[in-house]
């Protein structure tokens, strides 16, 4: 179990945090940009020191001088500047020497996690000639390297087109089916696919957390729906409004905006009610909300970049 206790670290946003990741999950936790993503996995991992509070790994501080269960946790984050001039096998046996592996382990990981993640042919490669699609794939086999049982990933998923960032998506699923695997991001739709439970921070305050699935089921038990129908408007609305799985309906834009009860036969009771008083649907838009709209309506970003892939203020 990962626990944060009144957490507060200078020069970021971090201050009076707490929360709990329990075993068994693949968590992701959500800052906005420049709420100190960064800085929040580096305490975790044990490589910045927090100025107040505490942070517990299954029940053991963790702080820098914390050596062993640092070696415990394999950290990768897209902020952070690796050696440019060394290859990527060079890279990966440093962090494994550093983690305390022997070199036959070494070697034998090295050529495991380049498998693992598709870059055994890039290995002799230098790491500043990597694309940024590429060196997530190396963080990721960086975490592997030692005798990790605990991955944290900040902003895994910066800077990667759609199709880079399903394939990170679908490693990191694949990986957190044998290791606990925590990711601290803005990218909520990336993370959806790889996690199983989320906490939503604003404001150093949990607002909202779970399991995916969970929050996108009870965000769901109300839809909406926006349709273009011919006919008069307040008979329209009168019968709409009649529907028992209704809960609102109102006109704009010549548009009905239709709030519902989630119900898989709604679009045919519909049709069927237009029917009955001869007012024909045009038009059709159903909304079923995601994960990335919780996301967005509960988090602000506090940096000026408008993109996910942005940089944020540590």
Do not use: W
């Amino acid at each position: 179990m990962i626990e944060i206790k009144n957490l507060k670290i200078k020069s970021t946003a971090i201050e009076d945090l707490s929360l709990a990741i329990d075993d068994g999950q693949t968590c992701v936790v959500f800052l906005g940009k420049g709420c100190g993503k960064t800085a929040l996995a580096s305490a975790i991992s044990g490589a910045l020191d927090a100025d107040d509070g505490e942070i517990l790994i299954d029940g053991q501080p963790m702080n820098t001088e914390s050596e062993e269960l640092r070696c415990e946790i394999g950290f990768f984050s897209a902020d952070v500047k690796l050696f440019g001039f060394m290859s990527v096998a060079e890279t990966l046996e440093l962090f494994g020497s550093a983690r305390g592996a022997d070199a036959e382990r070494i070697s034998m990981q090295v050529e495991e996690a380049l498998e693992l993640v598709g870059l055994t042919e890039l290995e002799e490669c230098s790491v500043s000639a990597l694309s940024a699609y590429q060196q997530a794939k190396l963080g990721i086999a960086i975490t592997l390297m030692g005798k990790t049982s605990l991955l944290v990933f900040d902003d895994i998923f910066k800077g990667l087109d759609d199709a880079e960032t399903e394939d990170v998506a679908e490693l990191l699923k694949m990986i957190s089916s044998k290791k606990r695997t925590l990711l601290i991001c803005s990218s909520p739709a990336a993370a959806a696919k790889c996690c199983t439970h989320a906490i939503f921070v604003e404001n150093n305050k949990v607002v909202l957390s779970g399991s995916i699935e969970d929050i996108v089921n009870e965000i769901n038990k109300t839809r909406e729906m926006k349709i273009r129908v011919n006919g008069d408007k307040d008979e329209i609305i009168k019968k709409i409004s009649e529907m028992p799985e209704i809960v609102d309906v109102s006109f704009s834009e010549e548009k009905f905006r239709i709030e519902y009860h989630n119900d898989p036969q709604i679009k045919d009771k519909l049709f069927a009610a237009m029917a009955e008083i001869s007012s024909p649907i045009l038009s059709y838009e159903e909304t079923e909300l995601t994960v990335s709209d919780v996301y967005h309506s509960l988090i602000k970003d506090r940096s000026f970049e408008e993109s996910e892939g942005g940089s944020e203020s540590k």
